[in-house]
Structures are given as structure tokens and as C-alpha cells.
């Protein structure tokens, strides 16, 4: 059985500090208020309300190789920002996430990232 939305789960290669790639994603996604979390060496910044859920989650500094992740997930059948909506919708050929039973968007998520802030973002 499939439940209402959408989950996308993507990389960012951490080539800029987290708080630079953490403005680049908040000026993205500036319908939703972030919080800073952090945790041992790890910073993340993670948005929620009843509709969505965005995390940015860092990478430790002792890591080589490590990446950053990001989050995306719509408890409805609406997506925001009104663009990444259109574009993932245009699509309409989704597959089911196996754990969320969303419709799966991570590749156009990468895509849209990495066309919006530039970031290598991807899948």
C-alpha cells in the first residue's frame, strides 16, 4: 500500500564547509524553518512541520571520503519549492520507496539541487 508523497534521500560531496552548503539548502528550501543540531563532531540541520521534513546532516572532520546528506520528505502529494513540484511531477513514472511506501524522488532531487545551489549533488 502506498502512502501520500514523496521521499528523496541524496549526497553532497563536501567540498565547502557545512554552514556554506547549509545557506545553500536554506535559501532553497525557505518554506520551512531549520534548527541546528549538533552532535559529537557532526553538524546537521534538520526543518519539520506537518507536511515536510528537510535534513542537511554533516559529515565528521575525522573522515576521509566522508559525504553530507540530504533529507527530503513530503507527508502529502505536494512538494515545495513550487519548481522542484513541476519538475518532479512532470515526470509522473515514480517507484515506491521500499521502507516509506513514498513515491521515490532522489535522482530528480539531485538533479534540481545541483541545478539551484550548484553543489555536486547526486543520488
Not at 540541520?45 to 559525504?67: C, H, K
Request: aromatic content about 14%; glycine content about 4%; overall charge negative.
Amino acid at each position: 500500500m502506498k502512502h501520500p508523497g514523496f521521499i528523496g534521500m541524496i549526497c553532497i560531496e563536501p567540498e565547502l564547509e557545512i554552514h556554506t552548503v547549509f545557506e545553500k539548502i536554506k535559501n532553497t528550501f525557505n518554506f520551512i524553518e531549520f534548527k541546528e543540531i549538533q552532535r559529537d563532531d557532526v553538524i546537521s540541520f534538520i526543518a519539520e512541520d506537518s507536511n515536510f521534513r528537510v535534513a542537511l546532516y554533516g559529515a565528521p572532520q575525522d573522515t576521509p571520503n566522508a559525504l553530507y546528506g540530504l533529507d527530503y520528505v513530503s507527508y502529502t502529494d505536494s512538494l515545495l519549492p513550487s519548481d522542484l513540484e513541476k519538475e518532479i511531477k512532470e515526470k509522473n513514472d515514480f517507484e515506491i520507496h521500499v521502507f516509506s511506501k513514498r513515491y521515490e524522488i532522489s535522482s530528480q532531487l539531485a538533479s534540481w539541487i545541483k541545478r539551484k545551489t550548484n553543489l555536486n549533488a547526486f543520488k
